[in-house]
């Protein structure tokens, strides 16, 4: 599989990587044994970006991560974990040098590991992408060892505009999709600018780019796309890209009809994978075949530019009134 630079990192990641909040919680009930499979699978197709977070299922997803790197040997794939959504309370004051230095021995233990390839603040506070003492704690991470570099996870433009102000920074995570364009207009040239990478999240708008999804599909009431509709548990933006579900599905028919005899969310990612900037997308998987499946979509041809001005026109029409505004 293609692999691109992680900003200034040093390393280079495969342009498909593996998100795993679905191997935490929050997408339903995913066990040991299918967890280490969709693992498995996803190195075994040329996956070498793991991406994961100390909450997700309260340090369960580093801590399978850890256990299937154990046995499996040979060359380590890169693992990008975040900290921060463990702050109480939620507020910018929490995020003291201390707390910090907790989370980021918590998952060092988790991951079984001296020293974390990258840790990014997990959606913080907005203040906190301007707090100067939290990147003197991280830079101070990177100088004895802890962490090899840090970088941040954003839920808005702006957000990912201010940390580029900080030049320790070496990544962004941002939501990008078919459905939400936004970054692309200033945030992705500016980090290009900076040489700081790019991780594109949430790239199939919670499965609504998949196509598999009516009005009357129901989500078990552990799936956020149950309980946090309307951002009930954290920000709306993370399920189904804040677009209105019924909206979504909509639009996602048309796209569907796009994708012709494609798998819808191979194109949505191979969308996501030509975006200029964009280092590696990170979609989630609970399954086997999802995992080959996404891995696959890194051997797509290049959408054609009337596909692109099709599915411009889509959002256009359809999403942009809904999300662009908001992030």
């Given at each position: 599989m293609e692999q691109r630079p992680l900003g200034r990192t040093g390393a280079s990641v495969s342009v498909v990587g593996l998100g795993t909040w679905q191997l935490g919680a929050d997408w339903g009930d995913v066990d040991d044994s299918t967890a280490r499979q969709v693992l498995d699978t996803a190195l075994d197709s040329g996956v070498t970006l793991l991406d994961t977070a100390d909450v997700y299922g309260d340090g369960r997803s580093e801590q399978r991560i850890a256990a299937a790197l154990g046995e499996r040997?040979?060359?380590?794939?890169?693992?990008?974990?975040?900290?921060?959504?463990r702050a109480d309370p939620f507020v910018a004051e929490t995020y003291t040098p201390e707390n910090l230095r907790a989370w980021v021995d918590r998952s060092r233990r988790n991951l079984g590991v001296d020293t974390l390839d990258l840790v990014q603040l997990h959606c913080p506070p907005p203040a906190v992408y301007s707090d100067q003492?939290?990147?003197?704690?991280?830079?101070g991470f990177v100088a004895d060892g802890s962490i090899a570099?840090?970088?941040?996870?954003?839920?808005?433009?702006?957000e990912g505009l201010t940390a580029l102000e900080h030049d320790g920074v070496q990544s962004?995570?941002?939501?990008?999709?078919?459905?939400?364009?936004?970054?692309?207009?200033?945030?992705?040239?500016?980090?290009?600018?900076a040489q700081v990478g790019i991780l594109a999240r949430v790239p199939l708008a919670s499965g609504l780019l998949t196509g598999r999804f009516g009005e009357d599909t129901t989500f078990a009431a552990t799936d956020h796309r149950n309980f946090n509709r309307n951002g009930e548990a954290f920000d709306v933006g993370e399920t189904f890209a804040g677009v209105p579900y019924d909206v979504g599905v909509a639009a996602a028919r048309e796209f569907?009809?796009?994708?012709g005899d494609r798998t819808p969310a191979q194109v949505a990612l191979r969308w996501i994978i030509q975006q200029a900037g964009v280092t590696a997308v990170i979609p989630g998987a609970s399954s086997v075949r999802q995992a080959q499946s996404n891995a696959a979509a890194a051997d797509l041809p290049p959408l054609t530019d009337a596909e692109l001005a099709d599915l411009e026109r889509l959002y256009d029409e359809r999403i942009r009134t809904h999300v662009h505004s908001r992030w």
């Amino acid at each position: 599989m293609e692999q691109r630079p992680l900003g200034r990192t040093g390393a280079s990641v495969s342009v498909v990587g593996l998100g795993t909040w679905q191997l935490g919680a929050d997408w339903g009930d995913v066990d040991d044994s299918t967890a280490r499979q969709v693992l498995d699978t996803a190195l075994d197709s040329g996956v070498t970006l793991l991406d994961t977070a100390d909450v997700y299922g309260d340090g369960r997803s580093e801590q399978r991560i850890a256990a299937a790197l154990g046995e499996r040997g040979g060359d380590r794939p890169f693992v990008a974990t975040k900290a921060g959504r463990r702050a109480d309370p939620f507020v910018a004051e929490t995020y003291t040098p201390e707390n910090l230095r907790a989370w980021v021995d918590r998952s060092r233990r988790n991951l079984g590991v001296d020293t974390l390839d990258l840790v990014q603040l997990h959606c913080p506070p907005p203040a906190v992408y301007s707090d100067q003492r939290v990147y003197d704690t991280l830079d101070g991470f990177v100088a004895d060892g802890s962490i090899a570099a840090y970088g941040v996870s954003v839920e808005t433009v702006q957000e990912g505009l201010t940390a580029l102000e900080h030049d320790g920074v070496q990544s962004i995570q941002v939501i990008l999709n078919v459905f939400r364009r936004k970054p692309l207009e200033e945030l992705l040239p500016a980090a290009a600018a900076a040489q700081v990478g790019i991780l594109a999240r949430v790239p199939l708008a919670s499965g609504l780019l998949t196509g598999r999804f009516g009005e009357d599909t129901t989500f078990a009431a552990t799936d956020h796309r149950n309980f946090n509709r309307n951002g009930e548990a954290f920000d709306v933006g993370e399920t189904f890209a804040g677009v209105p579900y019924d909206v979504g599905v909509a639009a996602a028919r048309e796209f569907v009809e796009l994708c012709g005899d494609r798998t819808p969310a191979q194109v949505a990612l191979r969308w996501i994978i030509q975006q200029a900037g964009v280092t590696a997308v990170i979609p989630g998987a609970s399954s086997v075949r999802q995992a080959q499946s996404n891995a696959a979509a890194a051997d797509l041809p290049p959408l054609t530019d009337a596909e692109l001005a099709d599915l411009e026109r889509l959002y256009d029409e359809r999403i942009r009134t809904h999300v662009h505004s908001r992030w």
